[in-house]
């Protein structure tokens, strides 16, 4: 994902295009993957629980949106803003 040169004018520079590397690999390198059914109080996965909080719905929702977004995005998409 990254190439390093070490020494005086050393630093990191993407090893592929910005074009070609979307936020979900990014997300995925550092391990910030966000988990669909992650309980929002700590509880871990949802998915094994009789009965939800009254946020599981909302924050599943919301967690489907930021993998989506993550997938679709790519960080040119980012370069490329005027914002």
Do not use: Y
Request: with cysteine.
């Amino acid at each position: 994902m990254l190439v390093s040169k070490a020494g005086h004018r050393g630093g990191f520079i993407l090893g592929q295009s910005a074009d070609m590397l979307s936020f979900e690999e990014v997300l995925g390198a550092i391990g910030a993957r966000v988990e669909e059914d992650r309980c929002l109080f700590g509880r871990g996965s949802c998915e094994h629980l009789d009965t939800h909080c009254p946020l599981h719905d909302s924050a599943c929702d919301l967690n489907s949106r930021v993998n989506g977004w993550a997938k679709n995005s790519r960080i040119s998409d980012l370069l490329e803003s005027d914002s």
